[in-house]
Every structure is written in C-alpha cells, then in structure tokens.
C-alpha cells in the first residue's frame, strides 16, 4: 500500500463485507420466516436472495428477516423496501420467481406486478 | 534452564523486566529464585543488586516460592463497593490460606492487586491469565472447584 | 459465495469474558453447525460495546438487536427462533418500566452518548484490520502523511484544542510542539498504557477494543514531531490488550501502514510494546520512562521534562491511550468538528467509567460539559434498588468525591479542579447512603500507601501519618485536633511531593472532609458511624420482641459471646463480641440490629482497662 487509493480500494471491500452492519444500503429485502412461511418454503427463497445477490456483485442490496407477517395464505412472503419508494410485498414466493424479481425490480427498477400483492405501508 | 531463558533476549538493560516475567511464568514455583538472579546479572553485567531493586520494587514478582495457580484479588475501591471482603474472606476458608500464603499442595497462592480494571463487573479477580466478575461466594466455590478437579 | 445474512456481534472485552463471554460464542458454534447455518451466519467478537453490567451482551445486525445477560442455554433459542425463524427473542432484550427496547440505538444506556474515541468499540472486530480501515481507518495517516507538514499536524492539534486525557488535561499540541521544535537525531513517542487508577478501565477497553485507532494516533504523533520509534507501555495485568496491539503492529506492517516509507512520504516508522510488572506508579510518565529502560519505576524531578530529556536521555512524547484515540477522529473530520463538542475550554468528549452503586456500570463517551446527573441517572441509570445517590469519586485515589449539591455541576478539568475533585482518567465510583466517607477515604490511602515509590519523603512518609490518623479515628480512638491536623499534612504533602501520586493522594481525605465533615466529627466526637461500615464504631443487638429464641446466632457465634434460652431469648456480651456479622447473617427472623456507636458497655470496660493501664505507669 502506497497511496490514497490503495487504502480506498481496500475500504471499499471490506464495507462490502460488513455492510449487515449499515452502511450504503439501497434495497433491504425482508423475508417473512415465521412457521407457516419456512414451512412454505422461505428459507428457499432467501437463500435464493443470497445467492443471486451475491452473483450479481449488488453490493447496495441487503437481505434481511422478520417473523410472521400475517398473510399465511401468501407465504413466502417478501417485502423490497427502497428509499424514498413505497414498499412492495411480493406474495408466493419460490426460487423462479425470486431470479426475476431480482433481476426485474432490484436490477432494473420494474417492480414485478404479477408477483407484487400489496404496495405500501 | 536460566541461561536458555536470557538468551531469548538482547543482553540490554531494558529486557530486564521481560527477562524476569520470562523466569518466573515458565518457573512451576512461579518465583525468581536467587539462582535466577545471579544468572541474570551475569548475562546483562549487571550488579545483582540492581536486579533485586526491580525485583522487589514491582509486585508482581516474587522472591519465594507460589503456588501452581495465582490468585490475584482486586482490592480496589469498586470491588470493595461491590463487597470483595466478604469474597475474600470465603477464598480464605476454601483454601485454608492467608493473603500472600500458598496452599499446602502447592495448588493456590491466593494474593490481593490494585485495580485489573474490570471494574464494571466488580467484584473481580484473576487466576492465572483469567478474569472472572462478578463474584459471588458461590460462584469463587464454583471456581475453584473447576480448577482443582483440573489437576 | 457467502450465504451470510446475519452479523452476530459478541463483545469479548474483559468484563463480559469475565461474565463467560467465549463460552456463549463456543456454544453458538456447535448450536449453528447442528442447525446447519454456519454458513448464514458471520460471528465477530467484537470489543467492550459499553454496558458491562448487562454482560455477557451481543448485538444482531442487520436489524441491531440488543441481547443482554445471555447465558450459553439462551444459545438454542436465538438460533432457532431468531436466525432461522426470524423472531427475535424478547425476553432476552433491555425491558424497564414494562417497556422494551430491542434495538442497540433506542438502548438508553446509549441515548445521550457521542462517541469518538470509543467509535469502533463494539462494533468491529478488534483483530480485523479491514474492518477498522472499513470504517475510515488510516485515512487520516494518509492524508496526514500526503498532505500536511508536521508543523501543519501541531497547528491542527492546537486548534482541535485536545487536551491530555490521562489525567492532567495538559493540552497535548504543547508537548508535540516542544518536541517538533527540538531538534534530535532520535526521538520517541510512547503510549502510556498504564492504566491504574481503581474505577477507570477505557484504555483496557480502548486497546482490546480498536488497537488500530490508538496505533494510528500514536503515528500521526510521531509524524507532527520526527519520531521514527514508539512504545506501549502496558501495564502487565491486562494481557488481552497486549495480544491486540501487538496483532495490530504486525497486521499494519503487513499491510505497510508501519515500516519504511509509509505512504511514500519518506516517513518511517516503527513500534513495540513494553509491559509493566505491576506498579501504579509507572503511570506517571518520568517513572514509566525508567521502567521502560528496565529500572525500578521510580519517578524523577521535572525539569528536565521528557519533551527535552526523556527516554534515554532523548526528546520523548508520552500520551495516553484515550488520547491517541480520538486523533484520528480529529483529522478525518477536521479540527473545527471536534472543538464544537465539550465546553470551551475542554473540548471534545470524554470516556468515563461508571462503577459502584449504579445500575449501568460500563463504559460511556459524553461530550465535556455534561452533568453529573445526566451521567449517573440518564445515562448510567441511576441507584441500585431504592439506594439514594450520597457521593460520588472521580479521578480515582487522586481525585476527590463531590455530592448531591454538585449534581448538576458540568463534568470538565476546569470545573471539576474548582470543587476539589478532578477529572483523573475517567473513572466515576458512585456511591450510596451505606457508605462511610471516612471509611471510603482511609481506603483510598490505604491504595497510595501501597503505591508510594517511597522516593521522596512527604509521599512515603507522610501518607502513612494520614492512614495512621485516618485508622485511629475508624477504630474509635480519634482525637479533636485529627481534622485539621489531616488538613494540614495533607496541604504540605500536596506541595512537597515530587510526582503526581504523592501530590494528589490527599485529595480524597481533603474532599471528603470538605464535604463531609460531620462524618469525621461524629466517628471523632460521638465514636459513632452512622453508615455502621465502622466495625469499632457500631454495634450489634438482639430485638427481644422479635427474636424466636431459635439459638443459631449463638451456635454460629465464633466468640462464643452470645447466650440465653428460648424463654428468656437471647443476649450479646458486648465487650466480647469480635462482630463479625455471622449472627446478623444466620438469624431466621432478622432480630438483629446494627446500631451506630461503641455499646456503653464497651465503653466502661475500655475505660477500666486505661485506668488499669495508667495506674501501673504511676508504679
């Protein structure tokens, strides 16, 4: 290490890596992991979440989970919360249509109506 | 045995301290023995005076014999607060020893300190390298039970 | 590809290992590999996060949650309900006054708290240098480094108005200018580390808890004033500390933030660490000095002072630890942010230590200029149980104890010194109504005792008259003329003795006189303590009416002195009783009393005793 620059390049890294803790995050994903949505298969969903994230190299998306959210009907259940944009629940979920959630909403900013049954608080 | 420990370090004055630390852990008895002392002074060609003058001035070193594990009980003011005299007092009994005494089995040396700085989880103290808080009779019993069916 | 969505943060300073910290973290090893998540989860020991007195403690992100006292059989529960269920564990969360706060931020602990120096504290891991670069570190050594000249670095210095957080509040630009302007073929920057002083332990913290910051610090010292060597001088009792920074000078020359050249900037440089041996002493900075160089840490006169003479004879800069951590805090973000927090004349923020009778014990960083009862009640929580707040010491056995009245006294040097008190490192004993201020102040001489070097007369001589006086008067033997003549020892021993210990060391028993003085009158006068901490000046009594005549007080009685029956209940011979407490700890029905005084039966036979005394000297 010599420079400036070299300390940012570091920086930048390794905010990358503690970015669970805060940091610059754009979109948090929430997935309902109450009884009845890990039964419906969340923990598929959100390793799914993981995984795409993580292949894409989206540094500013962070993934996180709740309890049960309430609509058992829709299980998995998973909210996109965006700053300074109404939030997005997406009901049903499985590893498919995570991929074009991420790719659609997260990716290019098109929420993905088919899947979305509620926007807003 | 007292020669292979100074060589570890630079014939200067200033590795004196860390040439003492170095004979008394490695030491079963955890003590500078007199022995320690004239070796030392030969290695840094120092008189042994001068050695037994640092020796004696700082506390954590000893000139006598201790046990295998350490006690050291914080004496300080917020440990006090926190009732360290009634832990004290229940060390005293469970080793049968007085400050500054080792057991007969050689097991215990049961010593006071200033300050471990732990002083948010008074009362505290410290066997060997660790530091147990908030102290109860029962838990100082607990403890020194753990260690004794350990050897 | 990291699956992790969870940063389990376990703080692993002393007081929360002490609390069995690293068992916690062991059991959520097993836990997660049983659950199969050890992929899921990031587990990071962090350093001390604040409030010890919760401890063991954790935080959860990305959600922040706060868990106290978690025991390793709490362990199941977290991983099953809140990492794989997503429902954080409620019972395990703060709750006061039926509400609970489950996020670290809505903590009240935390609420009226800045933090500088203690920043990373708790929130990294100490033994990642990417973590602390994460955060911004190093960035102020670069820029230092690439863009100021070390006359720059001073100016900064002084205009940041930083003060010595050691103890004395010497503004640190004075010494780091003295030190640029003289010039040496070698010079040295030393980092004391020698935190003694009973109740303080943030620069424990602070070196267990962000190493980097403090190396740092100590680098952006040395540039401003030419050193190319430094040490940390930490004291022997504090191993973890040692480990740490030892770790972090051997990441940050790996890395070639430590070495030649740093920077390309021509600056080189290089550290090591020094430990003590167990002297309070060393802690002021002529006597660490002579430690260092392996001689007995015995303080010597100044001038010369170390700026100009210090360690072997070279231009030597000795700062604190708190201080090299908030330095570079003040470069990232610029002279004029820090000057804006504290008051005037003390700028910045401070770390105090809260400890004794209070119910958050920990460690807190306020801005200077916050009160005592924003401390101890808003941030420290208040009393234990339905205790009422009676005094409380800062600065330590050099400090002096300030009372209610000062409550709302604004804690800096200026303001604290004006009251009898100091500011000292930080440490902040509170005490309640059951404590004896006599009893408290002969404690603290007892310590100073201890710790005098003996070097100079006034110190080891006369202390030991102060604790000889402060003994007669706790043991029933005080005499009028005691008051003022500890007044008067203590007033030449502060301006006698050559070191800072020996001057400060009266300071406890002259605040406490000042403030308490018809505590000392009645230990004196009516051989009475109130607080009945005073063994000699109090007594114990069997309540007829209550006592059940169960006889275990008197089976328990190591003196044999107390008798009766079950009719005629049951009686202690005063004048044998060696009141050691095991009645009052054994009686089923609490039907014995303490009672402040000597009991008028001891008294007669004392008085006996003296005449039979006097009356073989008149043989």
């Given at each position: 290490?010599?420079?400036?620059?070299?300390?940012?390049?570091?920086?930048?890294?390794?905010?990358?890596?503690?970015?669970?803790?805060?940091?610059?995050?754009?979109?948090?994903?929430?997935?309902?992991?109450?009884?009845?949505?890990?039964?419906?298969?969340?923990?598929?969903?959100?390793?799914?979440?993981?995984?795409?994230?993580?292949?894409?190299?989206?540094?500013?998306?962070?993934?996180?989970?709740?309890?049960?959210?309430?609509?058992?009907?829709?299980?998995?259940?998973?909210?996109?919360?965006?700053?300074?944009?109404?939030?997005?629940?997406?009901?049903?979920?499985?590893?498919?249509?995570?991929?074009?959630?991420?790719?659609?909403?997260?990716?290019?900013?098109?929420?993905?109506?088919?899947?979305?049954?509620?926007?807003?608080? | 045995?007292?020669?292979?420990?100074?060589?570890?370090?630079?014939?200067?004055?200033d590795?004196?301290i860390?040439?003492?630390?170095?004979?008394?852990?490695?030491?079963?008895?955890?003590?500078?023995?007199?022995?320690?002392?004239?070796?030392?002074?030969?290695?840094?060609?120092?008189?042994?005076?001068?050695?037994?003058?640092?020796?004696?001035f700082?506390?954590?070193?000893?000139?006598?014999?201790?046990?295998?594990?350490?006690?050291?009980?914080?004496?300080?003011?917020?440990?006090?607060?926190?009732?360290?005299?009634?832990?004290?007092?229940?060390?005293?009994?469970?080793?049968?020893?007085?400050?500054?005494?080792?057991?007969?089995?050689?097991?215990?040396?049961?010593?006071?300190?200033?300050?471990?700085?732990?002083?948010?989880?008074?009362?505290?103290?410290?066997?060997?390298?660790?530091?147990?808080?908030?102290?109860?009779?029962?838990?100082?019993?607990?403890?020194?039970?753990?260690?004794?069916?350990?050897? | 590809?990291?699956?992790?969505?969870?940063?389990?943060?376990?703080?692993?300073?002393?007081?929360?290992?002490?609390?069995?910290?690293?068992?916690?973290?062991?059991?959520?090893?097993?836990?997660?590999?049983?659950?199969?998540?050890?992929?899921?989860?990031?587990?990071?020991?962090?350093?001390?996060?604040?409030?010890?007195?919760?401890?063991?403690?954790?935080?959860?992100?990305?959600?922040?949650?706060?868990?106290?006292?978690?025991?390793?059989?709490?362990?199941?529960?977290?991983?099953?309900?809140?990492?794989?269920?997503?429902?954080?564990?409620?019972?395990?969360?703060?709750?006061?006054?039926?509400?609970?706060?489950?996020?670290?931020?809505?903590?009240?602990?935390?609420?009226?708290?800045?933090?500088?120096?203690?920043?990373?504290?708790?929130?990294?891991?100490?033994?990642?240098?990417?973590?602390?670069?994460?955060?911004?570190?190093?960035?102020?050594?670069?820029?230092?480094?690439?863009?100021?000249?070390?006359?720059?670095?001073?100016?900064?210095?002084?205009?940041?108005?930083?003060r010595g957080r050691g103890g004395g509040g010497f503004p640190t630009y004075i010494k780091w200018q003295m030190v640029?302007?003289n010039?040496?073929?070698?010079k040295y920057i030393i980092c004391n580390a020698d935190e003694g002083d009973?109740?303080a332990?943030?620069d424990?913290?602070?070196?267990?808890?962000?190493?980097?910051?403090i190396?740092?610090g100590m680098?952006?010292g040395a540039?401003?004033m030419?050193a190319?060597e430094g040490f940390f001088y930490i004291r022997?009792?504090?191993?973890?500390?040692?480990?740490?920074?030892?770790?972090?000078?051997?990441?940050?020359?790996?890395?070639?933030?430590?070495?030649?050249?740093?920077?390309?900037?021509?600056?080189?440089?290089?550290?090591?660490?020094r430990t003590g041996?167990?002297a309070f002493v060393c802690g002021e900075e002529t006597a660490l000095i002579h430690s260092i160089e392996g001689e007995r840490g015995n303080p010597t006169p100044k001038p010369p002072y170390p700026a100009l003479q210090g360690l072997w004879g070279k231009p030597t800069v000795v700062n604190n630890v708190e201080t090299f951590?908030?330095?570079?805090?003040?470069?990232?973000?610029?002279?004029?942010?820090?000057?804006?927090?504290?008051?005037?004349?003390?700028?910045?923020?401070?770390?105090?230590?809260?400890?004794?009778?209070?119910?958050?014990?920990?460690?807190?960083?306020?801005?200077?200029?916050?009160?005592?009862?924003?401390?101890?009640?808003?941030?420290?929580?208040?009393?234990?149980?339905?205790?009422?707040?009676?005094?409380?010491?800062?600065g330590g056995?050099s400090?002096?104890?300030?009372?209610?009245?000062?409550?709302?006294?604004?804690?800096?040097?200026?303001?604290?010194?004006?009251?009898?008190?100091m500011m000292g490192s930080?440490?902040?004993?509170?005490?309640?109504?059951?404590?004896?201020?006599?009893?408290?102040?002969?404690?603290?001489?007892?310590?100073?005792?201890?710790e005098s070097c003996?070097k100079c007369?006034?110190c080891?001589?006369?202390?030991?008259?102060?604790?000889?006086?402060?003994?007669?008067?706790?043991?029933?033997?005080?005499?009028?003329?005691?008051?003022?003549?500890?007044?008067?020892?203590?007033?030449?021993?502060?301006?006698?003795s050559l070191c800072g210990l020996g001057q400060t060391?009266?300071?406890?028993?002259?605040?406490?006189?000042?403030?308490?003085?018809?505590?000392?009158?009645?230990?004196?006068?009516?051989?009475?303590?109130?607080?009945?901490?005073?063994?000699?000046?109090?007594?114990?009594?069997?309540?007829?009416?209550?006592?059940?005549?169960?006889?275990?007080?008197?089976?328990?009685?190591?003196?044999?002195?107390?008798?009766?029956?079950?009719?005629?209940?049951?009686?202690?011979?005063?004048?044998?009783?060696?009141?050691?407490?095991?009645?009052?700890?054994?009686?089923?029905?609490?039907?014995?009393?303490?009672?402040?005084?000597?009991?008028?039966?001891?008294?007669?036979?004392?008085?006996?005793?003296?005449?039979?005394?006097?009356?073989?000297?008149?043989?």
């Amino acid at each position: 290490m010599k420079t400036l620059a070299d300390l940012k390049k570091i920086r930048e890294k390794a905010q990358e890596d503690m970015k669970l803790r805060g940091g610059n995050v754009r979109i948090k994903i929430v997935v309902g992991m109450g009884t009845s949505g890990i039964a419906m298969g969340a923990r598929e969903v959100m390793k799914t979440f993981l995984e795409e994230i993580a292949a894409r190299n989206l540094s500013d998306v962070l993934v996180t989970q709740t309890g049960e959210k309430g609509l058992s009907s829709m299980e998995p259940v998973v909210d996109l919360i965006e700053e300074g944009k109404p939030k997005v629940t997406y009901g049903n979920m499985n590893p498919d249509k995570v991929k074009k959630v991420v790719v659609e909403h997260i990716v290019n900013g098109r929420v993905v109506s088919d899947y979305a049954v509620a926007t807003g608080d | 045995m007292y020669k292979e420990i100074c060589a570890k370090y630079a014939p200067n004055k200033d590795n004196l301290i860390y040439i003492l630390h170095d004979i008394q852990d490695t030491h079963p008895q955890h003590y500078v023995s007199s022995e320690a002392v004239h070796e030392i002074s030969e290695y840094l060609t120092l008189p042994e005076n001068h050695i037994y003058g640092v020796l004696t001035f700082y506390s954590m070193y000893s000139t006598t014999p201790r046990g295998k594990n350490i006690i050291r009980l914080c004496e300080s003011p917020p440990c006090y607060i926190k009732g360290s005299y009634n832990i004290l007092r229940k060390l005293k009994t469970l080793l049968g020893v007085g400050v500054g005494e080792t057991t007969k089995d050689g097991n215990f040396t049961l010593e006071l300190c200033a300050c471990l700085g732990v002083c948010g989880n008074a009362p505290v103290m410290m066997i060997n390298d660790d530091v147990y808080g908030d102290l109860s009779e029962e838990k100082v019993e607990d403890i020194i039970d753990k260690i004794r069916g350990r050897n | 590809m990291s699956l992790k969505h969870i940063d389990l943060l376990i703080c692993c300073g002393s007081g929360c290992i002490s609390a069995g910290a690293l068992k916690i973290k062991e059991r959520f090893h097993e836990v997660l590999k049983k659950h199969h998540a050890t992929n899921e989860v990031n587990i990071i020991e962090t350093g001390c996060m604040g409030p010890c007195d919760f401890g063991p403690v954790m935080v959860i992100y990305p959600e922040g949650i706060f868990y106290k006292h978690v025991t390793p059989d709490d362990v199941e529960e977290i991983v099953s309900e809140h990492f794989i269920k997503g429902r954080p564990v409620t019972r395990l969360m703060l709750q006061e006054e039926e509400k609970t706060f489950a996020v670290k931020q809505d903590v009240p602990f935390y609420q009226k708290q800045i933090k500088v120096a203690l920043e990373n504290c708790g929130y990294i891991n100490p033994e990642s240098l990417d973590e602390y670069i994460a955060t911004g570190g190093y960035e102020a050594l670069g820029t230092v480094l690439t863009q100021k000249t070390p006359q720059d670095v001073v100016d900064e210095m002084k205009a940041s108005g930083l003060r010595g957080r050691g103890g004395g509040g010497f503004p640190t630009y004075i010494k780091w200018q003295m030190v640029h302007d003289n010039k040496a073929d070698q010079k040295y920057i030393i980092c004391n580390a020698d935190e003694g002083d009973p109740g303080a332990f943030m620069d424990r913290s602070l070196l267990e808890g962000d190493p980097h910051r403090i190396l740092e610090g100590m680098m952006i010292g040395a540039y401003a004033m030419g050193a190319s060597e430094g040490f940390f001088y930490i004291r022997a009792e504090y191993p973890l500390a040692i480990k740490r920074i030892k770790m972090a000078i051997a990441q940050a020359k790996d890395m070639g933030l430590m070495g030649e050249n740093i920077f390309d900037s021509g600056f080189s440089f290089d550290a090591e660490v020094r430990t003590g041996a167990g002297a309070f002493v060393c802690g002021e900075e002529t006597a660490l000095i002579h430690s260092i160089e392996g001689e007995r840490g015995n303080p010597t006169p100044k001038p010369p002072y170390p700026a100009l003479q210090g360690l072997w004879g070279k231009p030597t800069v000795v700062n604190n630890v708190e201080t090299f951590g908030n330095i570079p805090t003040i470069f990232r973000k610029g002279a004029k942010w820090f000057s804006s927090m504290g008051t005037e004349k003390s700028p910045g923020t401070k770390v105090f230590a809260l400890t004794g009778d209070i119910k958050n014990t920990g460690l807190v960083e306020v801005p200077m200029g916050t009160t005592l009862r924003e401390l101890i009640f808003d941030v420290g929580g208040g009393m234990i149980g339905d205790h009422k707040f009676k005094a409380v010491q800062l600065g330590g056995p050099s400090g002096g104890c300030l009372t209610v009245e000062h409550l709302d006294t604004g804690v800096d040097y200026e303001s604290l010194k004006e009251r009898g008190s100091m500011m000292g490192s930080g440490g902040v004993i509170v005490m309640n109504e059951e404590k004896c201020m006599v009893n408290v102040a002969k404690f603290f001489m007892d310590f100073c005792v201890e710790e005098s070097c003996g070097k100079c007369s006034p110190c080891r001589i006369g202390l030991k008259q102060m604790l000889a006086i402060l003994d007669r008067i706790t043991s029933g033997y005080g005499r009028e003329g005691d008051i003022e003549e500890l007044q008067r020892l203590g007033e030449s021993i502060s301006k006698l003795s050559l070191c800072g210990l020996g001057q400060t060391a009266p300071n406890p028993v002259l605040s406490t006189i000042r403030y308490f003085r018809d505590e000392y009158e009645a230990h004196i006068r009516d051989r009475s303590c109130s607080t009945k901490v005073c063994k000699d000046l109090m007594h114990f009594q069997i309540d007829k009416d209550k006592c059940i005549g169960c006889s275990l007080c008197a089976r328990n009685c190591p003196a044999h002195c107390i008798t009766g029956s079950r009719e005629e209940k049951y009686l202690i011979h005063q004048v044998e009783c060696i009141k050691c407490g095991n009645c009052f700890d054994v009686c089923p029905v609490k039907a014995i009393d303490k009672v402040p005084g000597i009991h008028p039966d001891t008294v007669a036979h004392r008085a006996e005793l003296s005449k039979a005394v006097n009356h073989y000297e008149d043989l």
